[in-house]
């Protein structure tokens, strides 16, 4: 199988929609306390897959990655992930050890913020419609910064 994740940095909170994403996760855990179960090998997002995680959003039940949109996403800076920044000061580490996680290596967030990054991301689901307060202080963040840039699509989170 081709490598879908080589040799591009990755945002880790992509939609089913986005151009070349792949699923690396699949959400477990409960309501309250969601994890990511992380995939030894990534998968494609194929019409079969996504069909899957009827009757709700694909992105309820995957983690998806794609290539960083960087300039053109509302949560990039110019250098930096805004939507990793706010889970880094928002959220807590979940788990002690770094998760088995196969897109690592090109991970926006891991390069971002290194191990602190990792230890919060299985608590991260794309779409969910029973957050935490924090989650949405998250997602209200991102989706405030910057209001000049709203040309620019919401990747993510």
């Known amino acids: 199988m081709e490598d879908i994740t080589a040799k591009n940095t990755l945002c880790p909170s992509a939609r ?3 151009e070349d994403s792949f699923v690396f996760g699949v959400i477990s855990g409960t309501e309250t306390a969601p994890r990511l179960a992380y995939l030894k090998q990534p998968l494609p997002v194929t019409d079969e897959l996504i069909a899957k995680a009827s009757p709700v959003t694909p992105t309820e039940v995957f ?6 949109a960087s300039n053109r996403c509302i949560n990039f800076d110019g250098k930096d992930c805004r939507l990793a920044k706010q889970i880094l000061e928002k959220l807590p580490a979940v788990v002690e050890e ?9 991970c926006r967030w891991w390069m971002q913020g290194g191990k602190a990054a990792c230890l ?9 419609y029973n957050p935490s307060e924090v989650t949405r202080d998250i997602a209200k963040d991102a989706a405030d910064m910057d209001q000049q840039e709203l040309g620019k699509p919401l990747y993510g989170f």
């Open 16 to 18: 089913a929609e986005s």
């Open 98 to 106: 770094l998760p088995p996680c196969s897109i690592r290596r090109d």
């Open 120 to 128: 919060r991301c299985p608590q991260v689901i794309t779409d969910s």
């Open 63 to 68: 983690r998806m990655a794609t290539p960083c």
